[in-house]
């Protein structure tokens, strides 16, 4: 996945006024992206290996399963995104690509990441490598990575992933120092993640279970592996960078669990929650917590009505520019 230096410094003495030999430099650079994304793909280790960075979590089977309604309530975002023809955008966190690829429609170079080597390959299997270029990265290390390319981007999408990727203090301003970096000025940076109160629900419930099997209430807090920011709190992060927040919005969507066989409240407890679950080494104390929250939630999260179950999702939609 190294992009090439030579056209990478070309671009960034060019960013602010792409010429034509500019324009087929990116198209160039793009194309050899897509042939690097391949390769690396290729030595990817396989479903739920561990990776240098970490465990890859994430079966396209159980993701589908669990997971599947987070690509389709995105109008929203996608019009703050208004992707356009010679826009070129890169998706932080594209999972399985859904989304990506149906942004591709509009906006053929686009260039999908994901920490997830499994979902990548899920991605390329299902929509090939063109026009989407598909690459493993973890954002987090994204500041330092041979994939950024400064002032190369119009647009910076992400959808309900940045709450992952922002989790770990540590990585948190320096993936939005990134994001700044690689963006053309008066690039924007579009994005949807949870928000202040996201699925409060579910939260509560998984800390009491792991306090209930001996965890203390401190591991168990970082053990959580999301970040759910107020307006203000993204809103001050990103000025801290030199981005100016032109609009932000917070709102309460409870969703709906899906009904697949391996989704449901368990399969979600299972899959999002699976850093909360691997506090306890033992399989029998796990499964115990899992129990315990769709013991005490069923009833919570249930509608009389028709039996179906619901979360408390709160979204926060941002759209920022490079100034
Ligand atoms: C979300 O997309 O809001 C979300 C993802 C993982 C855990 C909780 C919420």
């Known amino acids: 996945m190294t992009l090439s230096y030579r056209v990478v410094n070309k671009l960034n003495m060019t960013a602010e006024k792409p010429e034509r030999s500019d324009e087929q430099a ?69 999972g399985d690509g859904v989304l990506t690829a149906k942004i591709a429609d509009s906006c053929p170079n686009i260039v999908g990441v994901d920490a997830s080597a499994n979902l990548i390959s899920a991605a390329r299997e299902s929509y090939g490598d063109d026009p989407v270029s598909w690459h493993v990265l973890d954002c987090r290390y994204m500041e330092n990575s041979d994939m950024l390319v400064e002032g190369f981007y119009e647009k910076v999408f992400s959808n309900a992933a940045l709450h992952w990727i922002l989790r770990d203090e540590e990585t948190r301003m320096s993936i939005l120092r990134g994001v700044y970096k690689t963006l053309r000025l008066g690039g924007s940076f579009v994005f949807e993640m949870g928000g202040a109160g996201n699925v409060a629900d579910v939260h ?120």
């Open 26 to 94: 990116k198209e160039d650079l793009l194309s050899q992206s897509k042939q690097e994304g391949q390769e690396a793909t290729r030595r990817q280790p396989k479903d739920g290996e561990a990776t240098s960075q970490s465990k890859d979590h994430w079966t396209h089977a159980a993701y589908r399963a669990s997971a599947s309604f987070v690509p389709l309530l995105t109008q929203e975002i996608v019009l703050w995104l208004s992707p356009q023809p010679t826009d070129c955008i890169l998706d932080l966190g594209c």
């Open 204 to 323: 509560t419930a998984l800390l009491a279970a792991l306090v209930h099997q001996g965890v203390s209430v401190k591991k168990a807090r970082e053990a959580c592996p999301w970040f759910f920011p107020s307006e203000q709190l993204i809103t001050n992060m990103l000025q801290d960078v030199g981005f100016a927040v032109e609009r932000t919005r917070l709102e309460y969507r409870p969703t709906k669990l899906t009904l697949e066989e391996g989704g449901g409240l368990e399969g979600w407890v299972r899959l999002m929650g699976a850093q909360f679950l691997e506090v306890l080494p033992e399989v029998a104390t796990r499964e115990a917590v899992v129990r315990e929250v769709c013991d005490v939630l069923g009833s919570v999260v249930t509608r009389e009505e028709d039996g179906s179950m619901w979360l408390g999702y709160v979204r926060l939609k941002v759209l920022a520019r490079k100034t």
